[in-house]
């Protein structure tokens, strides 16, 4: 099989893109075979298609269905920077240009801001994310003190203070079910007060993977909401220091949160073939 392809890097994120329409029920098997490092390489990977959504520029579905907030984001900077083949980029003239995307995860739709990085592959990529459905807390025997952010297409389980350990995934599929939240689709953020740094691990049951990421968008909202409920307030360019790099969350609150906006840098790294067994 024969497949287009775009690479990008959201702040270490690596995100491949899928741009040739296959079958749903192969996602799973060919993104597993992109993210093998004898092939291109990645921590993820999406396939694009034909919007749904009337005003959505196009459609992005993650491998396992889930959803994330980086891909969202990468996804917005391609179609910013896209040439009208779909198969090279360019700056666009615009000191910031706005889109409207349709993601997996999430029933509506996202508006992007790309702000002008004088650059022909690259652009500050911001995106007005979802509101979490329920924000969760409290102090467990195994976990210490935790926050449950539960979104519509993901979950992410935040351990204020605490270092991963050996059988934590399997903890925090058993403490999400015991919620009620879906745990199928989940992440662990473990983050340290002292240096402000977040690492992250995502499990996808529907793509089988588990990924130490280098950085996870959908993450750092759940940590920026989750810190906007307890102080009650909103939180202003909060930075987030992560292995592969830095994204940034802004979160407004009007008796309750209102909006999630996450930024950082998106760089498009590749386009080319990939040849999948």
Request: proline content about 3%; aromatic content about 10%.
């Amino acid at each position: 099989m024969k497949l287009h392809f775009l690479k990008v890097n959201p702040s270490g994120n690596t995100t491949v893109f899928v741009l040739d329409p296959i079958p749903r029920e192969q996602y799973a098997k060919v993104a597993g075979k992109i993210m093998q490092q004898c092939c291109v390489g990645a921590e993820q990977v999406g396939f694009i298609g034909e919007a749904t959504i009337l005003y959505a520029v196009g459609r992005m579905d993650m491998a396992g269905g889930e959803f994330c907030g980086n891909a969202s984001r990468s996804f917005a900077a391609w179609m910013a920077l896209k040439d009208e083949t779909g198969l090279d980029v360019h700056n666009f003239r615009e000191v910031e240009r706005k889109v409207i995307i349709e993601v997996s995860g999430y029933k509506g739709t996202l508006e992007a801001s790309l702000g002008n990085l004088d650059a022909d592959n690259k652009c500050i990529a911001s995106v007005s994310m979802p509101i979490p459905k329920r924000i969760l807390r409290g102090t467990d025997r195994y976990f210490g003190r935790y926050s449950l952010v539960i979104f519509e297409g993901i979950s992410h389980l935040i351990l204020w203070g605490r270092d991963p350990k050996d059988g934590d995934i399997q903890a925090a599929q058993a403490f999400l079910a015991a919620q009620g939240a879906d745990f199928s689709s989940f992440g662990i953020m473990y983050y340290s007060y002292e240096t402000n740094f977040m690492r992250p691990v995502v499990y996808i049951n529907a793509a089988q993977t588990l990924v130490w990421e280098n950085s996870c968008g959908s993450g750092s909202c759940a940590l920026a909401a989750s810190l906007a409920d307890q102080q009650q307030a909103g939180i202003s360019a909060l930075t987030l220091h992560q292995p592969g790099g830095d994204l940034t969350v802004d979160v407004v609150w009007e008796q309750g949160i209102k909006d999630i906006v996450l930024s950082g840098v998106v760089e498009i790294t590749a386009i080319g073939i990939a040849y999948i067994d």
